[in-house]
């Protein structure tokens, strides 16, 4: 195990975890000492009935309900946050709680910004670290088990009308308390639940390849990795098996801290939010189609880190050379994403086979590329997407 | 993996930074969390090895000024350490916190802090759910032995000897904001500290897992924690100058202290406290000795799954107990945890360290009332709890 010269961790968001136990948001929300909550939600969300039992919970509870805001698009916008933002502060709102996927929970990290410190998002906020202090509070209750954005010190938010997605990266936005309620994720069909959840085991899988990781990322990523492994599968037979919704929730909150103790993890995300933002495949498809080509690019550059996954994904490899243990690892990774049935190429999923320049200048510029295993020139990045878009 | 536990809660808040000579920058960090004059907790022992010393000139770094050094600390802290330390703060007007040392020193910084925020007494806010009034001053610890984990947990153990009482203050606001693992601290540990506090934070972990209270997120850190433990204390303590070594020995037992901080502890730990209050037992030399036994006596739990947790505990060690059952491969854990306790040359039995035959009883009666046994699986009687200490006699 090769050791890290220095590292940070810093994870204060408090896990609450219970099946049902979204329905106690109102008495977190006074133990958080706030006097007005406005919920941050979508459609999907609303018509799936995920919301009642918080908004509930809010209402019964002593702080003033400041209402829902229930219009944030899939792929949030910087004028989505300026909208609530302005909303919040006609209402005094000091406790946001988002109900949501990444998306929704990565709008009211924006929103806290705008409402604890005021500012433009775009000129005064947008890179890593430059909120100078701490913002109003924020219950982030994940709807699907994928993102961690419950747990994460980074928000990624779309800026019309280039489409660019913008980082904001705080240790101030990570949210006072995520509430992991299983029940909330049991109505995901099986496609998101799959997509989702091979987001969670990229964030993991990455995170332990990527330059940046140290013990206690290491700690996460192997145990998550372990949990989808075994959990994945059984959430996507059987959306009411509560027991898999559970740890695939616990897995992904892992991969959440472990992703944003990293910081940056590597080429497989860059080149997902490249396919993400350019071509609207969603995020974790991306993933599940690149991270297999990903980790064969590098696998002569960090075989010992995938060769040590090997008891996390289940795989004998005694005997074995490091590189052929690594190449086991790869495989059973392989297998396990191909058996969920998504789309195997990005042209499979929809992206326009003339995009691989575009894609690859993208990608290269992204922050996560800077800590994959071993420096990525461009010409291969472009030549695994041609591969991909062919 | 089964038995996914109804409800948990966990959290870890303060900040972990970790490299050689850390402690440069602590005035930088100083600076970030608000502190301006700084009072340092620390003992004799640790100052006479110029390890406070290191940590002073690290203030440099930033605006804060020290104001006072406390090094009256004893092993085992108590009350009235508490309220001199306190008395020092006001002393010196010192607005925050620098603790220099092992488990003590920083419960002892932690529990002066309450004083910091409250009126009157300590011993009126002692409570294992203590509510501050107030924001907690500004904390910084730095452990100078790999073991404790108390720079990122949230309690402290306090003695009072009026009451022949060990007390435990808890909130998660005591937390210090920032943990400062600086192994060029530990490198002149000895030997013989090095192996029980490794063992110390090795017990952390096994007991996080076999806790009732245990949750998959404790589970990673306490698993990793073994692993690293299992690899390094050996080395750390044949070569202490072996600085990769005491690095992922203080990393783990940061570890060990966030799982237990989270999922408590149990049978174990519940012995040791009752040894250590009775005959004075170092607490890491007690662990060790009880480890194994304690390990065997919990795998009658199947129900609870402890089978199933120690063959993780086997593999996070590296066995290869693909064919074993569950028993078998908890087996083998717990003979490679006794070896690796006589390679690095620590007592095995209770008898080799002044535990008198005769006081076993009035040990286990405390040790049936002590906190952490609630938290162990299944509901071990009195009369088992004494056949466990005579086997460990």
């Known amino acids: 195990m090769a050791l890290k010269d220095y590292y940070e961790f810093f994870a204060p968001t408090k896990v609450m975890f219970s099946e049902g136990i979204s329905e106690d948001a109102g008495e977190v929300a006074e133990t958080l000492g706030g006097t007005c909550a406005m919920i941050l939600t979508d459609k999907g969300v609303m018509e799936a009935g995920l919301v009642e039992p918080v908004k509930d919970s809010l209402e019964g509870s002593s702080l003033e309900f400041a209402g829902v805001y229930s219009d944030i698009p899939v792929n949030s916008e910087v004028a989505i946050c300026n909208e609530i933002a302005e909303l919040g502060r006609e209402k005094g709102v000091d406790t946001l709680v988002s109900v949501g996927g990444g998306s929704v929970i990565d709008t009211a990290k924006g929103v806290n910004i705008l409402l604890g410190v005021g500012g433009d998002l775009l000129e005064d906020w947008q890179g890593t670290y430059l909120v100078p202090e701490p913002l109003k509070k924020h219950i982030a209750i994940p709807t699907t088990a994928g993102t961690g954005a419950e747990v994460s010190v980074g928000a990624v938010i779309k800026h019309s009308p280039d489409n660019q997605k913008i980082s904001f990266n705080s240790r101030f936005i990570i949210p006072d308390v995520a509430m992991l309620d299983p029940v909330l994720t049991r109505s995901m069909p099986p496609r998101l639940t799959a997509a989702t959840g091979v987001d969670a085991l990229t964030h993991a899988v990455e995170s332990y390849s990527s330059l940046d990781h140290c013990s206690p990322s290491d700690a996460l990523s192997f145990y998550a990795i372990k949990m989808i492994l075994e959990y994945l599968p059984r959430a996507f037979e059987d959306g009411n098996d509560m027991e898999a919704r559970g740890y695939m929730l616990i897995a992904a909150s892992f991969g959440g801290t472990a992703l944003s103790t990293t910081a940056s993890i590597g080429a497989c995300h860059a080149m997902a939010h490249a396919a993400g933002g350019l071509c609207s495949v969603p995020h974790g498809i991306a993933n599940a189609i690149i991270l297999p080509v990903v980790m064969e690019f590098n696998l002569e550059h960090c075989p010992d880190r995938y060769a040590d996954l090997a008891p996390a994904v289940g795989v004998k490899t005694s005997g074995l050379s490091e590189i052929d243990a690594a190449r086991k690892v790869i495989e059973r990774i392989t297998e396990f994403i191909a058996d969920f049935g998504l789309p195997r190429t990005l042209k499979e999923a929809g992206a326009d086979p003339s995009f691989a320049e575009r894609l690859t200048d993208e990608a290269m510029g992204d922050a996560q590329m800077f800590s994959n295993p071993h420096e990525a020139e461009s010409e291969e990045i472009q030549e695994l997407f041609e591969k991909l878009l062919s | ?393």
Not at chain 2, 62 to 83: D, K, L, R, T
Not at chain 2, 144 to 152: I, P, Q
Not at chain 2, 295 to 323: C, H, K, Q, T, W
Request: charged share 20%.
């Open chain 2, 1 to 393: 993996m089964s038995n996914l536990v109804e409800w948990f809660e966990f959290q870890v808040p303060g900040k972990v930074i970790c490299a050689q000579q850390c402690v440069d920058s602590i005035g930088t960090e100083m600076d970030n969390i608000g502190g301006s004059k700084v009072l340092v907790v620390t003992d004799e022992g640790v100052e006479n090895a110029g390890l406070t010393q290191k940590v002073i000139d690290g203030m440099d770094s930033g605006s804060a000024e020290v104001v006072g050094v406390f090094n009256e600390v004893p092993p085992n802290s108590e009350i009235q350490v508490v309220q001199r330390c306190y008395d020092k703060v006001k002393e010196a007007d010192a607005d925050c916190l620098v603790s220099v040392g092992g488990g003590s020193v920083m419960d002892t910084a932690k529990a002066t802090a309450i004083l910091m925020v409250e009126t009157g007494d300590l011993l009126d806010h002692q409570s294992a759910v203590y509510t501050p009034s107030g924001p907690m001053p500004p904390h910084i610890a730095v452990p100078t032995t790999a073991g404790t984990g108390s720079e990122s947990t949230f309690a402290a153990v306090i003695a009072d000897h009026e009451q022949e009482m060990k007390l435990i203050f808890q909130a998660p606001e005591m937390a210090p904001n920032v943990a400062m693992l600086d192994p060029m601290l530990t490198t002149t540990l000895p030997p013989g500290l090095t192996a029980s506090t490794g063992m110390d934070a090795l017990t952390h972990c096994i007991e996080a897992l076999h806790s009732e209270m245990h949750e998959p997120i404790c589970d990673g850190l306490a698993l990793h924690g073994i692993r690293l433990i299992t690899r390094y204390l050996a080395r750390a303590t044949a070569d202490g100058e072996d600085v990769d070594a005491r690095t992922y020995m203080l990393i783990a037992a940061n570890m060990g202290g966030v799982a237990f901080a989270n999922a408590f502890v149990g049978i174990i730990h519940a012995m040791a406290h009752s040894l250590g209050g009775h005959f004075g037992t170092p607490h890491g030399i007690a662990n060790s000795i009880l480890l194994p036994y304690g390990m065997e006596f919990n795998l009658r739990y199947s129900d609870e799954g402890i089978p199933a947790s120690y063959r993780r505990v086997a593999e996070a060690i590296g066995l290869d107990v693909a064919s074993d059952d569950d028993d078998t491969a908890s087996r083998k854990a717990i003979e490679w945890l006794r070896g690796l306790t006589v390679e690095i040359g620590l007592p095995q039995r209770l008898s080799e360290v002044g535990v008198p035959e005769d006081g076993l009883e009035a040990a286990t009666s405390e040790a049936m009332i002590d906190g952490c046994m609630f938290n162990n699986p299944g509901d071990p009687e009195e009369e088992e709890v004494l056949e466990l200490f005579k086997k460990a006699y």
